[in-house]
Every structure is written in C-alpha cells, then in structure tokens.
C-alpha cells in the first residue's frame, strides 16, 4: 500500500483533503489513459490505411501475374488449335482487331474468326492439333499496365511464329498435286490487347494482334514476296461468311513495308509519347 | 477544479452521497475506456489478420518470381553445357521426365542424364562451352502456379532451341569424315515441371520436358525426317548405363505426329478443363 | 448499483476502511487497463514494422515489374529505330558496353552509339522504321535482383535478333550493284545489365549487351564465317567518330568460339558461384 501512502503525502503537501486530491490525481491517470488509448486509435486508422494501399499495390501486381498467365495460356491454346478455349477466354463483348479487320462479340465474331475460320481452315473443324500442321506461336516481352481501379488493362506483347504443313500431311500432299507449294510460314507481330476484370477475372476485351512480316519458308524474310496487304479494306460479315463486322481503322503495313503498332504506354522514364511525333500509322514507305 | 465541482453538482441532483456517486461516475468512465480499448484491440486483431493474408500473397507472388528465377536461370546454365549446376538446381528426390524416360534422384537419375549423358556427348566431359558447338536454349510463356501453402508449384514453360556443331568445329569435322552430316538441330518444347520448397528455397521436383519437333537443320521441319520416337520404350539402366530408370507413361508423340502435353491448370477464366475432352496423349495422328 | 454493494462486501470482507479498499480497488483496475493498453501499442509497433517490412518485399517486385517493362520497352524501341526514346532510358552517367566497348555519358557516349551511330547506318538519320529493314529484337528469359535498399538492380536478358534488308530495299539495291549480299543476319546475345533508381524512376545505369554469335542469312549458324572479333580492341572515340570512349577489359568471344558472359547471381539454390571455376572470359576455344 506503499502508493496510497504516497498519496496520502502528496495531497499533504497540496493541503487539500484527501477525497477531492485523490478524485484529481485519478483524473490525470483516466486523462492520460485516454490520451494513450485515443493516439494508439489513431495510429490504427493509418495503419489501416496504409494496409489498405498495399493491398491495393499487391493486387495490381497479382493482377499483372493473372494478365500474363491468360496471355501465355492463349499462346498455347493457339498451339494446338483448341479454339474453342480461346474464345472462352474472351469477355462476352470481347473483340478481336486482325488482319485489317475488327470482329465484334465474344459469341459471333470472335466465334466466327476461330472456330468458323481457323479451326476449319487449319484442322477440318477438329479442335486439337493433326497430324503435320505445325502453329508455334511463342509469345513473350510483355509490357503490362493494370488501371488504378484494376478493373482494366492493356498489355503488349510479341508473338513469333512458325506455321505450317509438313511434307507428309494431306494438305501438303493435296498442294503438290495442284501445282503449289505447301502452305508454310514464318511471322512476326505485336499485340497490343485490353482486358477486363468481371466478377474477379481477367478476361481479353480486345485482342489486337498485328502480325507485322511473313516469311517464306524456303526463302526467309529477305526474299518474301509481298504476302498480304492488310491496310486494303476486308470484305465484312455477313456478305463474307467469315469476314469482320468492320474494318480496323488504320492497320499497321506489311513487311517489307514497316509501321509501329502504337504503344499503349509513354516512354517509361520520360513519361512522355514517342519523341517521334508522326502518324506512325503511315509509317509504310513505300518506295 | 471545476470538473470536481461539476461532479459535485451533478452528484447532488442525483441526491447521492458524494462518494458513491463519484464510484459511479468513476465506473461509467472506466467502462467506457475499456470499451474503447477492446473496440482497438479488435480492430488490430482484424488488422493482424489483414496483415497475414497480405503477407502470403505477396509470398506467392515473390515464389513466383523465385520460380522464374529458378527455370530462366537452368535455361542460361543449359545454353553452356554447365550441368553440375543444372543438377544442383534439383530436390534431392528430384526427377527429369525426358524423351520418354524418368530419371529419379538428383545424385542418381538426374546426374546420369546431364552429366553422365550430356555431358560426355556434348563437351567430351568438360564443363562449359566448347568451340564450335551451339546449344541456345531460349525460355519463354511461363504460366506458373504456386500451391495455397507455398510449399509446391507448378509451371508450364516453353522452349525454342538452336543447337549442334559448326562447320569448323572437330565433331563436324569428324562427322564429315565418316560421311555424315554434321549434328545440327532445331527444337521446338514444353515443360510442365513441379517445383517443391526446401528451407525456403525453391527446387525442382520434377523437370518434365517434351521436345515437340525437329527440325533438320538444311530443311527445316517443313521437311524433316521422322527424329525418333519417344513413345517407344526406352532401354533402362543399368543395362543401358544411361538409360532413365522408368518409362514414361504416356510420352508425347513427335512431329510430324502432334500432342497436347497436359495442362496443369483449367482455362484461366472458365475454370474448367479443356472442351476437347479426349485422350492428349493419343493425339498424335499417324496417318 | 449492484458492484457498489459488492465492492462494499469485499471491502468489508478485508476489514479495511471503504475508501481505502476503494482505492485499492480502482488501482488494480486502472493497472489492469494500462497494461491492456501497453501491449496493444506494442502489438501496434510489431503491426507497424511487419507492414514496413511487408512494403518493402512489395516494392521489390514493383521494382522486379518496371524493370521487365523498362528492358522490353527498349526492346521493342529498337525494333523501330527509335533511337532517341531509346537513349532516354538510359541515366544521365548511363554506359553501353557492347563489341569491345564501353559507351559513357547518356548525352555523350550512349548517344553517339545509338543517334550517331545507327541511325545513320539504319535509317540515313530518320527515326522510325524504313521500307525493307527488319530489325526484330525478340527480348525474354529475364532474371532480375533488385538490391535490398531499392536503388538498384541487376538483370539478366536473352534477345534473339533478325535484322537486315528486303531484297527490294534500296540497301540491298545498292549492295548488289557493288556485287555484294545485302546486309542480313540472325544474332543471339546475353544481356547483363545494370539499373538505378533515380527520383523514383529506374533508369538504365549499364546495358552491357554481349552478341555470342551472328549467323550468314543464307547459310545459318552452323557455316557462318567468322564475323567480327570483338575482342581486339576497338578504335576510340575521338579518333573514331563513331567510337567506343574505352575497350571492354574482357569481352566475350564470339561464334564459333564460345564464352559464358558472367552472371550478376549465384546458384538460385546453392547460393554459390558456377562450380566451374576457371575464367570465363577465356572461354574461347581457338582450335
């Protein structure tokens, strides 16, 4: 009872009585207490706030992971022709912007260029892969920027690609025997995608991939003959079957004319756009 | 003092006698402070909890970048014949599925193929790159998946190879002399490999590779004979001193036969397993 | 009023005077509710430095992130000859070292290498992509550490290149009038790079790019002549132009000869060097 005792002396020594100096000393105790209590609060509130920050960085983050991963998963999808699983992965106004043309819907456009045009095109309308068709379609060098309310974003990509029949398959059986070569080719091409976030998932929103050169498998890209001009307006849906609802507005030039398919991102230092300010999209010269 | 004369008055409305009434009021106030300090002592058990998640999706996300460390780092150390490093890179229960055989064990199985096997063949024995003979192995497309308790991953990844002797190298030379060509190769692969943590570090369980095709160096795969079958069975050691010690179950076929090589995860926005429900393995197509 | 009374028993009980017992009482309470307080604040200051330390494992993969984007952003600039917004990358006592070289000073040496140097040889001094020249830079397979303080970095890259005239560009034109094959190859290189972090953005401090091998467009990596010898010492800034400001102590041999340009890490699971332990500089293996 050594602290009543000191007590008792201190409020001696304030001549006061005993009661009211206890009820005072009691008051700068409770006073302090809260005083404590009210700081550790507060603190609190900034720790949850700076919680709920990082939790918001590590999201972007995992989000960029999610983006990556469903752009790798497409590649390999691509791989094998298993188009229907490459539509699935689409938002259902998910579009895909190709060859000089955009098509619309994740369940008629997008459904038309692959399961009605591909997987016809490439496997007589089996999914999976046949034998001697080969679609290596390696994807890397990813830039990808997730929106601050991570409900979109865009990324860019490169594809390199090597495509076609083997000697011993039926199509390039069925090209020899009418005179042409088999159908076999190199590429190279850059997407540039958006995404969006529906009930917790990455979905493509917009699939923009522009194959920027063709190569001839017997000769290489040096000596390509001009493949395709994608810039010339694609006949659309539905008069095509299997043509686009609308043509692109400005599709990047074909090797060996060059073009550069605009960057999503500025100059990541500067912070700036391009220090080349022309219309990249007539960057095609040619002679 | 003016709040003890509040308390004064206030205990004389309420026609107590001061003392008790000063208990009362003494009570309320400690009452209240308890509260509060309950209200932030659950509040910092919600945070601590918060806090917890958080730091183990952010673990996922560094095992993820640990991963990819760990499988871009075996590419680079394949690239120059650097096996004992390859082979350090294993649990030590670790496995290589290849070509269609299993080698257990990072002293055993594993050892055998890279240094007892590669190593020889390739450098004579020596570590490190010799003259005259290219094995760029490029990875790329990781899709990496990390277990909710961090203890175990999986990851696909992608291989594009370039590899074999140069003209002037002495295996050319010697190849030549006995009327072969050259070996010079084109590789195109997939892995799907378990990763397993060990004291915090990341190892490799299982390293699964399945080349997919050759390709002939003068004529590429448009056109390259039939490489080797890794769906026959292969011959085990110790009878073959290479030899893996198991089959694989169901090897990929090689081009021109094709194969999916078996997801280890749904379609990243359905959820679920491929459409294409059939065997993979008995996708290759023999005409 | 209930706790009045039981106070009073107790007291009571203790055969002490009310108020003191009272006090007794309330002195057990407050210390009670101070030491509930001290250990939530100390739960507090343990929450504080766990979420620090949770930050700063964050902003690392942040850093991992912008590193990747900041290489595959140069990647795909110099795809395009954007040769300035390359040059911005780079820290104001930024440094190439590439063939031979060591490039200093962002306005100074790296300038001269990728303004004054390809520029000119690229595009005749227009940035931006011209009629008939490949320049596709493929970047991939990073390993990237960033230092504990955050403000700096190493990384590891691969590229993988193919560049050179059309046959109908005006440089392959012209090289055939001088009875010469048009400019054209296939390259491999290894990145090692440095970064730093200046006012919250990462620059580039090194690209230390070393090419290993070029390969004959026409015939491949396999009969390609030797092309140049990058570790004979380069000719210097001012006497050349164009030159590097110093040699490169100890360039890596190039193709046919073969060399492991150093890596910035140890083992990912030994946490030791390469068990090879000799130079590796002096890889090269002339016959």
Redesign the interface.
């Known amino acids: ?1 050594n ?2 005792k000191s ?1 008792s002396a201190f409020c001696h020594s304030l001549r006061k009585p005993k ?2 100096c ?3 000393l ?2 700068v ?2 006073a302090l ?2 005083m ?2 009210v700081t ?2 507060c ?2 509130a900034e ?2 706030e ?2 709920e920050q ?2 918001n ?2 999201g972007i ?2 989000d ?3 983006i ?3 752009h ?2 497409y ?2 999808y691509i791989d ?1 022709c ?1 188009y ?2 490459v539509v ?3 938002a259902d106004d998910g579009e895909v912007h190709f060859a000089g043309g955009i098509y619309r819907g994740k369940e008629e456009g997008v459904r038309r260029l692959y399961v009605g045009g591909f997987l016809q095109d490439f496997t007589g309308g089996k ?8 679609l ?1 379609h ?8 997730v929106a601050p309310d991570r409900r979109t974003a865009k990324a ?1 990509f ?1 594809c ?1 690609m ?1 495509a ?7 199509s390039a059986k069925a090209a020899r025997e009418q005179g042409q070569s ?1 159908m ?1 080719w190199w590429e ?1 091409g ?1 997407y540039e995608n958006t995404y969006v976030k529906e009930d917790g ?3 493509i929103q917009v699939l923009n991939y522009n194959p920027l ?1 063709y190569a001839d ?1 017997e000769t ?5 003959r001009p493949f395709f001009d994608q810039t010339e307006a694609p006949k659309l849906y539905p008069d095509n079957p299997r043509g686009p609802d609308a043509p692109m507005d400005s599709p990047p030039a074909i ?6 398919v605009p ?1 999503h ?1 500025m ?4 912070g700036k756009p ?3 300010e ?1 219309d ?1 999209n007539s ?5």
Chains 1, 2, 3 share one sequence.
Request: glycine residues 6%; charged residues 20%; aromatic residues 16%.
């Open positions: 009872m602290a009543i007590v009661s009211e206890r009820f005072f009691w008051s105790m409770i207490s809260l404590f209590i550790t609060s603190s609190n720790l949850e700076k919680l990082v939790t960085r590590l983050l995992e960029t992971q999610d990556r991963n469903l790798h998963a590649g390999y094998k298993l229907e699983d699935d992965l689409f999914p999976g892969p046949v034998y001697g068709f080969l290596d390696l994807q890397m060098q990813d830039v990808i920027h860019r490169r390199f090597q076609g029949a083997h000697e011993t398959s039926p088999p076999r190279g850059i998932v990455w979905k050169w498998y290489g890209w040096g000596n390509t090797w060996p004319n060059t073009s550069i960057f991102y100059n990541p230092v500067t391009l220090t080349m022309s990249w960057e095609s010269n040619d002679e």
